[in-house]
């Protein structure tokens, strides 16, 4: 059992393409084929996960297999501890994602699930590939079901923002794709292995690395997003349906986190270096943005989306302080973040089809209408403001302690930032759960998607009292790229 | 040992078979038979010798890689066509037949050889071939005025090349591409280039020679269209890639920079301009128009990967357009109507057309895993490796603002709750199968393609 990884890859590929085949015969049965091929894509990676030796931040269970030869480019797979964690977040969110869909998506079934189980192979793919090509096919292959999934299933405004989204981003990754042709023109040795070309980088010179790092910057900013690169993100998410919010919050955002960890701070450091004091300030500034701006929305789902923002700022505030405890913290934060955004947009969507509106304004009382989806909504916004105990504060303790002895200014801002944070949630929580009730419950029976957030509920708590569960897989990969 | 020429001599006996056999059957199939297998034919002969990697060099005709991939490249263009235009024809199936295989003969002679006179005699038997078959539906206003603006400015280009070739031969006195490259042009140098220029500008409709494109491509009957954007089209770049790097070295400074700026303006251009179209098969002749642009990209960085990127580009554009006309034909022929706002509901009604329509247009717009990518990448690695990053920023930026309107056709297949009509036939079926495969076989960089480009590109410095 070799081929672990290209199985990871290729059992949702092709279990796309069954999907849609059965679908063709019982359109009610592509949702129950969707969720085995999901299920069994989690139990191989269970097993990846024996195979997978903790101790070891360097790639491993490598596997290589001839491609381009001509171009010096080949199909080369790893694991190590960054890649681990992100494949384990993906395929655990796009289990909730066909829960959060079971009931939810009634049209076009038959292409959906396919769609969903393509998405879930990309980001795969996107993790686990150790060739610049072949990553990048996969890093743009996941755009083409995420805007299928924004247009077809989204709300009113869906064909605007699919558009966006998919122009966007698709630039984005274009300038990524410059930067990726400048380190291999660049490389003596022809050829496109991370691996290899992460030696070779360290040599350049850092004015060099910093022009390489402009397109790296734009690539990432784009996906994370960053302030001002942000403006696709609440369109897309309000108009996305919650499945599809669940993803692109969950684990989209995280291929710019990866970038900034795999292609910046590994293949670049001289130049996270030098623009270390910017990336601060860009970050810090997120964090502020991100925060007075959700104060102001109107929408409980785009003012989930910008503390998507603000959450994600926090990563890159990590990174860029280039300590231990920073990058570990970051990498805490991005899977935390998954978890807490893809519960916090999946409850939103409960509350708006139980209750029929979104607006901060009219939920007022929701606490007598539906006590369980309010109960939800205030642990996953507890969980979001950084309470502790829950896997948001480890995150953003850590990111503090390591930045703070970087610079010490910039993390009491920081800090100063959470308040914010803490103040728009509580306020939302405030507005919505107390006063008087004007809404009418429509009762629902929501079993389905309550038991398919369970698991998320658990792995916040949990890795907010035992972050050690998860710091095993991350410390030793960042101690190693750290050393360097 | 004349094995080389067989698949020349069999698109010659194919066409002349033909029109001998209509004189006694008057036949719907036979035409089509025979062209398509005779196509097949000349195409797996081009494969053997490909394998068996001998070449032919003498009298006027030069048989080596890089004729072979473009060769084979027209007529993958011109099966694509043969395959579906029976759906469109109501007479004269034997003479369009014969007519399209000549214009194939043409467009491959104009690519197997190192002579100028017989790159002109290929490149007007092509398009004379063309001309009529442009026309072909002649009672409809607009097929006959496509056809007139093409005779015109076709007539023009061909004036304007032919003068430049003789102003070479003035200076030089030969015609060999070979011994072209070792003698000095002299005073005339300048004159003679900017004449081939512009005389092949015309025919690749490079921005500012291209305005005879849309309304060709419009009034042409479809598959026609098709035939002209994947493989006429490609013939003037064929004989670009030969005449400049190999005969004009000495002058690449001069001409290098001359295709960057057409390059920026042909890409920016046709997608401004494709940007507003109504109709889809407009939209496409202005998206081919800026497809050029990239393989301009190619010329204007002139290194031998820059070249090979122009030639999968050639490849990739080839198959994207072509089958993109193609599949556009057949949804036409049953809503009857080329605007895009009626392509609602298509994603529902045909999945596979809309399938296949979707991919080709993905692939045009330089998304993975599909062909268009590959090209672009290599075409972008080529301009970045010569220090002309400015020229790759602009492709990438055109290439996001041609998803623009490329997302604007699927948005209109798949995302509008609508009941329409169609029912597509086989032919086009089959169509959209071999786009999906190629497209993906390509995208995917099925090794042995991207090493034959790079050998082609290397028969020509």
Request: net charge positive; hydrophobic share 55%.
């Amino acid at each position: 059992m070799n081929q672990l990884l290209s199985l990871l890859i290729l059992i949702p590929l092709v279990g796309g393409v069954i999907t849609y085949l059965v679908g063709r015969f019982n359109k009610e049965a592509t949702k129950y084929s969707a969720l085995s091929i999901s299920i069994i894509t989690g139990i191989l990676f269970l097993l990846t996960l024996t195979k997978f030796n903790i101790k070891i931040g360097k790639y491993q269970l490598v596997e290589e297999y001839s491609w381009l030869n001509s171009i010096g480019s080949q199909i080369l797979l790893g694991i190590d501890g960054l890649s681990a964690t992100l494949v384990g977040l993906t395929i655990l969110l796009t289990i909730v994602a066909i829960g959060m869909s079971w009931k939810k998506i009634k049209k076009k079934k038959k292409s959906y699930y396919p769609l969903l189980l393509l998405l879930e192979a990309g980001l795969i793919g996107v993790f686990l590939s150790l060739d610049f090509i072949i990553f990048f096919i996969f890093w743009e292959i996941t755009l083409i079901p995420m805007f299928f999934i924004i247009a077809i299933w989204g709300g009113e405004r869906r064909l605007y923002a699919s558009i966006k989204f998919f122009i966007y981003t698709h630039l984005s990754s274009l300038f990524l794709l410059i930067s990726i042709i400048a380190i291999y023109l660049h490389s003596p040795i022809q050829t496109f292995s991370i691996p290899v070309l992460t030696e070779i980088t360290q040599t350049f010179s850092p004015q060099l690395q910093l022009m390489i790092f402009i397109g790296v910057f734009i690539g990432f900013a784009v996906k994370m997003p960053i302030v001002p690169f942000h403006t696709w993100l609440p369109d897309a998410h309000v108009e996305a349906p919650t499945p599809g919010s669940v993803m692109l919050a969950g684990v989209l955002l995280k291929m710019g986190g990866y970038v900034l960890i795999r292609v910046g701070y590994m293949m670049l450091p001289s130049a996270i270096d030098l623009a270390m004091p910017i990336l601060a300030i860009i970050s810090i500034v997120t964090m502020f943005y991100a925060g007075f701006v959700a104060m102001g929305q109107e929408d409980l789902k785009s003012l989930i989306a910008y503390s998507s923002v603000g959450h994600m700022g926090i990563v890159l505030f990590g990174v860029a302080s280039m300590t231990v405890y920073g990058i570990a913290g970051g990498i805490y934060q991005m899977i935390s973040h998954g978890l807490i955004s893809a519960l916090l947009f999946s409850i939103c969507g409960m509350i708006k089809k139980d209750v029929g509106t979104r607006k901060i304004s009219k939920l007022s009382g929701l606490a007598k209408e539906t006590p369980t989806l309010t109960g939800i909504l205030v642990f996953g916004s507890f969980a979001g403001l950084g309470l502790p105990s829950l896997s948001g504060f480890i995150a953003e303790l850590t990111v503090f302690i390591g930045a703070f002895s970087t610079w010490e200014i910039y993390t009491i801002l920081a800090i100063i930032s959470l308040i914010v944070t803490a103040s728009y949630f509580i306020w939302m929580l405030q507005r919505t759960i107390f006063g008087e009730s004007q809404l009418n419950s429509k009762e629902i029976n929501w079993k389905i998607e309550i038991t398919s957030l369970i698991p998320l509920i658990i792995l916040i708590i949990i890795f907010g009292v035992y972050p050690d569960l998860l710091f095993d897989y991350i410390n030793p990969f960042v101690k190693l790229i750290t050393s360097i | 040992m004349y094995f080389e020429l067989t698949p020349y001599l069999i698109m010659l006996i194919v066409p002349l078979t033909v029109v001998a056999i209509d004189l006694v059957i008057n036949s719907k199939r036979i035409p089509y038979l025979l062209t398509i297998i005779g196509i097949l034919i000349s195409i797996s002969l081009f494969l053997d010798i490909l394998l068996s990697g001998t070449s032919f060099n003498k009298y006027m005709i030069s048989v080596n890689k890089f004729s072979i991939y473009l060769s084979i490249i027209f007529l993958i263009g011109g099966i694509l066509t043969a395959t579906v235009s029976n759906e469109f024809l109501e007479s004269a199936h034997a003479e369009f037949y014969s007519l399209l295989s000549f214009s194939l003969l043409g467009m491959m002679l104009a690519v197997s050889t190192k002579n100028l006179i017989m790159i002109y005699i290929g490149m007007e038997l092509a398009s004379l071939s063309l001309i009529p078959l442009v026309s072909f539906f002649k009672k409809k206003e607009k097929s006959t005025e496509a056809a007139l603006k093409y005779l015109i400015l076709n007539g023009i280009s061909s004036a304007l090349f032919i003068y430049g070739i003789s102003l070479f031969y003035v200076s030089t006195s030969t015609t060999n591409l070979i011994q072209l490259s070792k003698i000095s042009l002299g005073p005339l140098s300048l004159p003679a280039l900017a004449f081939v220029v512009v005389g092949i500008g015309f025919k690749i409709s490079a921005v500012p020679f291209h305005f005879w494109a849309p309304d060709t491509f419009e009034g042409a009957p479809t598959p026609i269209t098709s035939f002209l954007s994947s493989s006429s089209k490609k013939m003037g770049f064929g004989v670009a890639l030969l005449i400049f790097p190999m005969a004009l070295a000495s002058y690449q400074a001069n001409w290098t920079t001359v295709f960057a700026i057409l390059a920026v303006g042909t890409m920016t251009l046709g997608n401004i301009a494709a940007i507003k179209q109504e109709n889809i098969k407009r939209m496409l002749a202005y998206s081919s128009i800026s497809q050029s642009g990239y393989i301009l990209i190619g010329l204007a960085v002139a290194t031998k990967i820059g070249l090979a990127g122009s030639l999968i580009q050639i490849l990739a554009h080839n198959l994207g357009s072509g089958a993109a006309f193609i599949l556009i034909g057949g949804i036409a022929l049953t809503i009857n109507t080329e605007l895009i706002e009626e392509f609602k509901g298509l994603g529902k009604s045909s999945p596979l057309i809309a399938l296949a329509l979707t991919i080709c247009l993905l692939s045009l717009g330089g998304i993975p895993p599909f062909a268009g990518f590959l090209s672009k990448f290599i075409l972008f690695l080529s301009a970045i490796e010569e220090n002309m990053l400015w020229l790759a920023v602009i492709g990438i930026i055109n290439s996001a603002i041609s998803i623009y309107y490329y997302a604007n056709v699927i948005k209109n297949m798949y995302f509008y709750d609508k009941q329409i009509k169609s029912e597509i036939s086989r032919p086009f079926k089959i169509i959209a199968v071999f786009a999906i495969l190629s497209l993906i076989a390509v995208g995917l960089g099925y090794d042995p393609i991207l090493e034959l480009a790079i050998e082609a590109a290397n028969t020509l410095t």
